[in-house]
């Protein structure tokens, strides 16, 4: 499983966008106390289905559900600056959640595979 403790390795510019992103909210954070949640989202999908799509997507789906949810913990918790990966419970899942239950309470409840 990927955590957010492994080093970043962005490949397009997309991702180094948002790891740029991630960097300027931790130092506005560390140098004026300025919190921040910075939520790397898996796929989230217009009609919520993603059987319908390639095998990554059986991964990385974020079910609308869930995503209200992980917004809602975000804005409602008590972290004042993290970085959290964003994703249903997804049998086949590659990114590594367990920091965003336990900072965030996030308690995803839709998996791919059941779909």
Same mark, same amino acid.
């Given at each position: 499983?990927?955590?957010?403790?492994?080093?970043?390795?962005?490949?397009?510019?997309?991702?180094?966008?948002?790891?740029?992103?991630?960097?300027?909210?931790?130092? /506005? +954070?560390?140098?004026?106390?300025?919190?921040?949640?910075?939520?790397? !989202?898996?796929?989230? $999908?217009? #009609?919520?289905?993603?059987?319908?799509?390639?095998?990554?997507?059986?991964?990385?789906?974020?079910?609308?559900?869930?995503?209200?949810?992980?917004?809602?913990?975000?804005?409602?918790?008590?972290?004042?600056?993290?970085? /959290? +990966?964003?994703?249903?419970?997804?049998?086949?899942?590659?990114?590594? !959640?367990?920091?965003? $239950?336990? #900072?965030?309470?996030?308690?995803?409840?839709?998996?791919?595979?059941?779909?």
């Amino acid at each position: 499983m990927i955590n957010t403790r492994y080093p970043v390795w962005p490949v397009s510019f997309y991702g180094i966008s948002k790891e740029f992103g991630e960097i300027i909210a931790r130092m /506005y +954070y560390e140098t004026t106390g300025l919190e921040s949640i910075c939520l790397r !989202i898996g796929t989230v $999908i217009k #009609d919520d289905n993603p059987k319908k799509r390639y095998s990554r997507i059986l991964s990385a789906w974020l079910c609308h559900k869930d995503v209200a949810q992980l917004f809602k913990k975000s804005i409602k918790s008590k972290v004042r600056f993290g970085i /959290y +990966y964003g994703v249903s419970n997804n049998k086949d899942r590659f990114w590594d !959640i367990s920091n965003t $239950i336990h #900072d965030l309470g996030y308690e995803p409840k839709c998996d791919a595979s059941l779909m």
